[in-house]
C-alpha cells in the first residue's frame, strides 16, 4: 500500500483521492467540535476517525497483492474445452475516471459489504437462537474482537472478489467461446447492481423498529465511515494493475490484443 501511495506525489494523492480526504476531513471537523457524528465525538474522535479510515484502507489494499495467485487459480475455471479468456483492446481503459472510481465503485463495495454484514447476522441469528437489531451492528464504543475479526473478514472477503472482477473490467479481458463466437463480459452489471440493492435493503431491514428519518441518519453515517477507504481501495486498485498489468495478463492466461473483428464477435453479452 505504502508504494502505491509513494508511487505519486502529494498533489496526485490528492487529485486522483479528493472526494475521500474531502469526506475525512468534514467528519474529523464535526465529531470533534461539532456533535457527534458517525458515532463519535470529541477529542478522542480525531484519532478514532483517523484510526478507523487507515484500518479499513490498510484491510482493503492489502489483499490486492494476492491478486495474481488468484487469477492463476481462477484461469482454470474459464480456459477450458472450447472456452477462454481474451483481451479485447478495444475494452481496456485502466484510467482514473470520476464516475467509476469515486461513485459507482466504492458504492458497489460498500453495498457488498453491507449485504454480506446482513448475511453474517442472519447466520448468527439461526445459530444462536436470538433475534438481530440494528443495536448488533451499531459501534458500542468499546473494542469487541468478534466484532473487528467479522469486519475485517468481511472487508477482505470484498476486496478479493472485487479485486479480481475489476482487473478484468479495466484490463477488457472477457470469457469467449470458440464454438458460439460469443465474447461476455464477466459480472460487469450483476457485479455492480445487485449488491448494491440488496446490501441497502438488507441493512434498511434491520431497522425496521426505527423512524425513518433515525434509520436514514444511522445508515448515512456508516456509508460516511466506509466510503474514504473504499475510495482509496478503488485508486490503489488501479495503480497496482499499472505496474502488474502484464503479469496479471500471464496468470490468466489471456489471449493477448484481441479485437471483436479478429473474432468476428457481433456483439458483446453480460453474464
Known amino acids: 500500500m505504502a508504494a502505491l501511495l509513494w508511487g505519486k506525489s502529494s498533489t496526485e494523492n490528492i487529485r486522483e ?20 457524528f458517525t458515532f463519535t465525538f470529541g477529542l478522542t474522535a480525531a484519532w478514532k476517525t483517523l484510526f478507523r479510515f487507515l484500518r479499513l484502507s490498510i484491510v482493503l489494499t492489502i489483499p ?21 479468456l481474451v483481451r479485447v483492446r478495444e475494452d481496456r481503459d485502466t484510467a482514473i475516471h470520476p464516475l467509476k472510481n469515486w461513485v ?17 447476522l442472519t447466520v448468527l441469528q439461526l445459530y444462536g437462537g436470538t433475534a438481530v437489531t440494528a443495536e448488533t451492528l451499531l459501534p458500542t464504543g468499546q473494542f469487541q474482537m468478534g466484532r473487528f475479526l467479522s469486519a475485517t473478514a468481511i472487508s477482505v ?9 475489476w482487473t478484468l473490467d479495466d484490463l477488457g479481458v472477457r470469457y469467449y467461446n470458440r464454438k458460439t463466437g460469443e465474447v461476455r463480459m464477466i459480472g460487469k452489471y450483476l457485479g455492480l447492481l445487485l449488491p448494491i440493492v440488496f446490501g441497502f435493503y438488507g441493512i434498511f431491514s434491520l431497522f425496521d423498529e426505527y423512524d425513518r428519518l433515525p434509520a436514514a441518519l444511522y445508515i448515512a453515517q456508516m456509508v460516511i465511515v466506509l466510503y474514504p477507504p473504499f475510495v482509496v481501495f478503488s485508486v ?8 502488474r498489468e502484464d503479469k496479471l495478463l500471464e ?16 456483439a458483446i453479452s453480460k453474464i
Open 17 to 36: 483521492m479528493g472526494p475521500a480526504l474531502a469526506i475525512l476531513l468534514g467528519t474529523l471537523i464535526v465529531s470533534t467540535f461539532i456533535t457527534e
Open 64 to 84: 490486492l497483492m494476492l491478486l495474481p495467485g488468484i487469477c492463476a487459480m481462477v484461469q482454470g475455471f474459464f480456459n477450458r474445452g472450447n472456452r477462454q
Open 104 to 120: 459507482l465503485r466504492p458504492f458497489q463495495g460498500i453495498g457488498l459489504g453491507l449485504l454480506l454484514a446482513t448475511k453474517l
Open 157 to 165: 472477503v470484498v476486496s478479493l472478489l472485487l479485486s479480481f472482477l
Open 236 to 243: 490503489l486498485h488501479n495503480r497496482y494493475l499499472k505496474s
Open 251 to 266: 496468470r490468466l492466461k489471456a489471449a493477448q490484443d484481441v479485437t471483436l473483428a479478429d473474432r468476428a464477435v457481433p
